[in-house]
């Protein structure tokens, strides 16, 4: 099926700097590894923190021409009340690196790290975490200039998720880690319990207030649009629990969807979808089809995902910033891809105001404890750093020269 998309589209891929960076050692998770049996470390990761241009480069040369990549707060004040003014010219020259390359930058603030000393005070649950993410967000804003998209936060639905965990961790409910990113079906079938908790609502409401803060913020301090990601898990009620549906949703998507109205605009991040029953979110049975992290092979999931977005938020402009899959097979990569974005195009032609693509992700990295699910067009030796493109890269940076699916 040929699709086209709109003039101005962005193409690119996203990536997330403890993820790529390596070394990242003044942040909560690193602080983490480790501690928790069955997580792997992040270690030197993909070394991008030295090698972000030929990363960049790898995008520009196959015809992308946008790059979503996060800046590190853990580096920029990894002692409260000391900002580096080395980091924030690291990340200035990654945001000039990629204007050069003729790659929009989308810049994420806060992507699932905070500083060490962030998280010993409480994290998202201290007192004065929004005063202390605004005081970073207002350094951040000093290196935006030029810069056209903003996020402030990654994912606050699985954020608040997380620091339930990071609870149970210090309280050793969990005795062992288990990836906030890996499906609990597939934890099951390793016999370790299916542990995901619900966001907590409170932690939400939080993280909504800090990310209203830094609206504010790169609002008064930039020309940047703002928004935030919200994951999302295309959910689907079984026959008789549309209700349970409604509430599951609720909780985890939609308070923070609703508190994007009047944002900028909404960053979508789709993998999969899942199903709701009477007892809430149902984990992914076994099936031969199911991707690395234990998620269904489902690629309408971005067009649902999209629809249900444009319908919370009332249709404010939206960016896929995140979809992918974690195969080693390149060719399923494809056809996953291919398969979301055939949905996306038609979403489009029915009047969602969609503004770019941008595929997770760039590498294979860190999944979060786990190196095993590859989710790149690239592939990185962990040795040498040395990145190999896959089919997909060429692939992919063809349908953005295109404009489309051919
Ligand atoms: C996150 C990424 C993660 C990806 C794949 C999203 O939840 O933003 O950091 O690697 O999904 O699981």
């Not at 990894?78 to 200035?92: I, K, M, T």
């Not at 190999?388 to 295109?402: E, M, Q, R």
Request: charged share 25%; with cysteine.
């Amino acid at each position: 099926m040929s699709t086209s998309f709109p003039a101005d589209f962005l193409w690119g891929a996203s990536t997330a700097p403890h993820q790529i960076e390596g070394n990242n050692v003044a942040s909560d998770f690193w602080a983490n590894e480790g501690r928790m049996p069955g997580m792997e470390r992040s270690g030197d990761a993909c070394d991008s923190y030295h090698r972000y241009e030929e990363d960049m480069r790898l995008l520009a040369d196959n015809g992308f021409n946008s790059y979503r990549f996060g800046i590190e707060w853990a580096r920029i004040e990894p002692v409260e009340g000391h900002f580096s003014n080395a980091e924030l010219a690291h990340y200035r020259r990654m945001i000039e690196a990629a204007q050069r390359l003729g790659l929009e930058p989308v810049v994420t603030l806060q992507h699932f790290t905070v500083p060490a000393w962030f998280a010993a005070k409480g994290g998202w649950t201290a007192d004065d975490a929004v005063e202390a993410f605004s005081r970073f967000v207002e350094r951040a804003c000093t290196i935006l200039d030029g810069v056209r998209w903003v996020v402030t936060i990654n994912e606050p639905n699985m954020l608040a998720m997380m620091a339930t965990m990071a609870l149970r961790m210090q309280q050793k409910v969990a005795d062992e880690w288990q990836s906030p990113t890996l499906d609990a079906g597939a934890e099951e079938k390793k016999g370790r319990p299916a542990v995901l908790p619900e966001p907590s609502p409170e932690v939400g409401r939080r993280l909504i207030a800090a990310h209203h803060a830094a609206r504010d913020i790169v609002r008064a301090q930039t020309q940047a649009k703002v928004g935030w990601t919200v994951a999302n898990g295309a959910l689907e009620a079984r026959p008789g629990s549309e209700d349970v549906l409604t509430r599951v949703r609720q909780v985890r998507e939609d308070m923070y969807l609703d508190a994007a109205r009047e944002d900028d605009f909404i960053g979508v991040q789709s993998y999969s979808t899942q199903l709701v029953g009477p007892d809430g979110v149902e984990p992914t049975p076994a099936h031969p089809d199911n991707t690395l992290v234990g998620t269904a092979y489902r690629p309408d999931a971005l067009a649902m995902a999209v629809r249900h977005t444009a319908e919370v938020t009332g249709g404010i402009p939206i960016m896929v910033t995140e979809n992918g899959i974690a195969t080693s097979d390149d060719a399923r990569r494809i056809a996953y891809t291919t398969g979301a974005l055939e949905g996306l195009a038609a979403a489009i032609a029915d009047g969602v105001d969609v503004r770019g693509y941008l595929h997770w992700s760039l590498l294979d990295n860190y999944e979060w404890g786990h190196w095993e699910p590859t989710f790149g067009l690239v592939a990185v030796d962990r040795e040498t750093f040395e990145r190999t493109p896959k089919p997909s890269l060429g692939w992919l940076g063809g349908v953005a020269k295109d404009n489309g699916l051919q």
